[in-house]
């Protein structure tokens, strides 16, 4: 049948290769020789989806197992769910053209809070029931990603959800699968919840703010997983070579895990702490490994903070040993603000020098103090000058606004900045600016949000440096959204299936985004957007509270006071710890390759 419908419609359709899978690298089994089937889904195009490494990665260790088959599935672009909905077709797998209802279990990625609505017409398109409580012989629907650390807007949509690292979890979660296959749900809910990690939402009930478990039987909070050596874990060396040209199109390796510079607005600095590298030897195999079974040209190292790898210069020297004279070559996706940083830069840089990526965030001493981005103004300019001699052409900043503390001498001093840079001689500085959005589990998440009107009377004091750099700003009603969800709680849940209802559908691609949709929504539902912008008292009961990141909430107190303060915490990878909570509680360090452990 879908076979049938994809001959007839693909010729119909924008990028039809998005549809048809069977993809190098691609993994087919025998269903009857497999006890488990599984769809990993990524709530949004094909192009983004084949190039998120954190679904790859679960797709090979699934799949590493002979009784388990994962197979994959995105959403259509709304040209083919049109046509898919028409001819009543059910969102299939790539691998066997397999509806996804028919499936044992589906994993949904959740890695932004704009893919709310792309969930709801995943499970929409796949006929499987919308909320768990309707589900009877449907597949298990299960969530993981960063936005696991507050996943109440959402939590109905999800049978469990795993917090933190995925990959020995999701060989537990397949274990009890298969232990548990064709017992009623509430069996398989209750041998998931034992799992270390996994929130099972039909076990907790929202009681004010508060998110509580319904019985002793459960506990208080769900503890984040983690893997302690990244050197243990497996890299997808045989990656899937898409049909369609991805946004990351290239061979990747994590080099590193976690982050403890600690940019007090920073979600990804909490969710994946503590530092753990690779080792140069890991890093070398499996780029040889990756590049070997791919024929990519490109190779790209990814960490949350690549320059901070303490072996980066090693890593870098002899990949350009192994690999330069076969033409490939090597990106690093952030640049570190200071020399080192050009240094490395223009090593893997090909003759021409086309552009650098630096994130200052602010413009002031003062609230880059605040934020805890502990650079300062001769780094900016050091780096910059650096970056010219050494030929690059093009500069590329970043910053936001509605900062805690910001004032408009901040704003005006951004636009004085950007005109220094201008003199250093680029060619073309870029500014790319968004609204600050609070996140869960960071020092930020007790302070407020801007509103849209707030930021477009920032936006506009910016415009003074349009002479100076192209300066893009980031839509503040997405911002807005954001914010709502990041911060939110249960009552989401009905703003979210209204919107769908509505028309909303990648609310992250600026063509589709319709805020009136929203406020239509909005209006429907009685939520109100100023109830979760607002400032959090420290002492007040938060609806992620129950989530357990490891970092303590007296800590994300007492970095907050700081912030306010303007005082800045040192990484504790180079100084002292700071007592965020992770390392003791959760029988974690950081692990270093070039000097001593944490």
Not at 78 to 91: G, N, T, Y
Not at 120 to 148: M, N, Q, T, Y
């Amino acid at each position: 049948m879908i076979l049938k419908f994809l001959n007839e419609i693909l010729p119909w359709v924008k990028k039809p290769s998005r549809y048809i899978g069977k993809e190098m690298n691609s993994i087919v089994k025998d269903p009857k020789g497999v006890s488990l089937r599984i769809a990993l889904v990524f709530p949004d195009t094909y192009e983004i989806g084949t190039s998120n490494y954190g679904l790859e990665i679960l797709y090979h260790i699934l799949n590493s197992q002979p009784d388990v088959w994962a197979e994959r599935s995105y959403l259509p672009w709304v040209d083919m769910i049109e046509k898919m909905k028409e001819k009543d077709i059910p969102l299939y797998t790539m691998e066997s053209y397999t509806p996804l209802y028919q499936m044992n279990a589906i994993g949904i990625s959740l890695e932004y809070e704009l893919s709310y609505t792309n969930v709801a017409e995943v499970l929409k398109l796949s006929k499987i029931p919308l909320f768990f409580w309707e589900r009877k012989k449907d597949p298990i629907v299960l969530g993981g990603g960063p936005c696991s650390s507050n996943p109440e807007p959402v939590y109905g949509f999800f049978d469990a959800i795993l917090v933190g690292d995925g990959e020995e979890a999701i060989l537990e979660i397949a274990k009890v699968l298969k232990e548990t296959k064709g017992e009623n749900r509430e069996t398989i809910w209750k041998e998931l919840a034992k799992i270390e990690g996994v929130y099972v939402p039909a076990f907790y009930e929202q009681r004010g703010k508060k998110i509580v478990p319904i019985s002793n039987e459960f506990p208080g909070s769900i503890k984040r997983r983690i893997v302690k050596d990244l050197n243990a874990q497996p890299v997808p060396v045989r990656k899937i070579l898409p049909n369609v040209e991805s946004v990351h199109d290239r061979a990747v390796i994590e080099v590193a895990r976690g982050c403890t510079r600690g940019c007090r607005f920073c979600h990804a600095s909490i969710f994946y702490r503590p530092v753990r590298e690779r080792s140069l030897e890991n890093i070398l195999k499996n780029s040889e490994e990756m590049l070997r079974n791919t024929g990519y040209e490109e190779i790209s190292l990814l960490s949350l903070s690549t320059m901070d790898h303490s072996q980066i210069e090693e890593v870098v020297e002899e990949l350009l040993n192994r690999f330069s004279k076969k033409k490939i070559a090597i990106s690093i996706p952030s640049t570190r603000m200071d020399r080192f940083g050009v240094e490395i830069a223009s090593k893997i840089a090909s003759v021409r020098k086309t552009g650098l990526t630096f994130a200052p965030e602010a413009a002031t001493q003062r609230l880059r103090n605040i934020i805890n981005k502990n650079i300062e103004e001769q780094d900016i300019f050091s780096t910059l000058e650096a970056a010219k001699k050494s030929g690059w052409r093009r500069v590329k900043l970043y910053f936001m606004v509605g900062l805690p503390g910001e004032t408009e001498e901040d704003l005006k001093e951004l636009v004085n900045l950007l005109r220094r840079i201008k003199k250093i001689g680029f060619k073309e500085v870029s500014a790319s600016v968004a609204v600050f959005v609070p996140k869960p589990h960071t020092p930020f998440q007790f302070a407020r949000q801007i509103t849209p009107e707030e930021a477009d009377e920032r936006f506009k004091i910016l415009t003074r440096a349009k002479k100076s750099a192209k300066i893009s700003y980031h839509d503040a009603r997405m911002s807005l959204l954001e914010g709502i969800f990041s911060r939110g709680d249960r009552k989401l849940l009905d703003l979210i299936v209204k919107a769908n209802e509505l028309g909303a559908l990648f609310d992250e691609w600026s063509e589709m985004f319709d805020f009136n949709v929203w406020e239509r929504a909005f209006e429907r539902t009685g939520i109100d957007p100023a109830e979760y912008l607002r400032e959090r008292a420290l002492e007040e009961e938060l609806p992620w509270d129950h989530i357990d990141m490891g970092v303590t909430k007296e800590f994300l107190r007492k970095e907050y006071q700081r912030a306010l303060r303007g005082e800045v915490t040192e990484d504790c990878r180079w100084k002292e710890c700071y007592l965020c909570g992770v390392c003791p509680r959760f029988k974690v360090r950081n692990i270093l390759f070039g000097g001593d452990d944490e």
